[in-house]
T-cell receptor
């Protein structure tokens, strides 16, 4: 079985400060890892993904994530937070045991609040 | 831009009613998914389809069924709605391949009274 844990329900950060949203995973074999963001009253939007290669992945809106195999983590980061980054963030891992489709297992979500 | 359209943004139904949630995508994607989103639980997969007339159960299929008669359309059916099915329902689609990202609709907030 595979799973994703987002240990923080909410992260608060001041505008201009760096932010980190944490994610740890458990899979069999090598993971495909994703971050999605959900703005109020919207569906989820893709931010970035790790498939293979460089452990530091860059994505949309200035976000990046670092894959750490030894710690089974894939934390989302941004050097300088904006108020407009306030949203719900989901980490997800691809289910490599299933044969069909591209099913993702999602974490519980972390609400990011950026204050002016 | 890829578009995944869910027919209703808000829906209110009575216990025992049969409920249809419709989803249409315009990118000729093979894979389509239905998730439900509940606070603190994240997204949980109900059903997915990797081709027309093909379907597979996700993690929480009980009380739901699906239909995919055309490639662009994937319907979620609640045979007899219950109050514990009150939730946000999200449809998604993707191309083939494990590296493909999902494209999501805006969601349907279903309330069962």
């Amino acid at each position: 079985a595979q799973s994703v844990a987002q240990p923080e329900d909410q992260v608060n950060v001041a505008e201009g400060n760096p932010l980190t949203v944490k994610c740890t995973y458990s899979v069999s074999g090598n993971p495909y890892l994703f971050w999605y963001v959900q703005y109020p009253n919207r569906g989820l939007q893709f931010l970035l993904k790790y498939i293979t290669g460089d452990n530091l992945v860059k994505g949309s809106y200035g976000f990046e994530a670092e894959f750490n195999k030894s710690q089974t983590s894939f934390h989302l980061k941004k050097p300088s937070a904006l108020v407009s980054d306030s949203a719900l963030y989901f980490c997800a891992v691809r289910d490599i045991l299933r044969n069909a489709g591209n099913m993702l297992t999602f974490g519980g979500g972390t609400r990011l609040m950026v204050k002016p | 831009d890829v578009k995944v359209t869910q027919s209703s943004r808000y829906l209110v139904k009575r216990t025992g009613e049969k409920v249809f949630l419709e989803c249409v995508q315009d990118m000729d994607h093979e894979n389509m998914f239905w998730y439900r989103q509940d606070p603190g639980l994240g997204l949980r997969l109900i059903y997915f389809s990797y081709d027309v007339k093909m379907k597979e159960k996700g993690d929480i299929p009980e009380g739901y069924s699906v239909s995919r008669e055309k490639k662009e359309r994937f319907s979620l059916i609640l045979e007899s709605a219950s109050t514990n099915q009150t939730s946000m329902y999200l449809c998604a689609s993707s191309g083939q391949g494990g590296q493909e990202k999902l494209f999501f609709g805006s969601g349907t907030q279903l309330s069962v009274l």
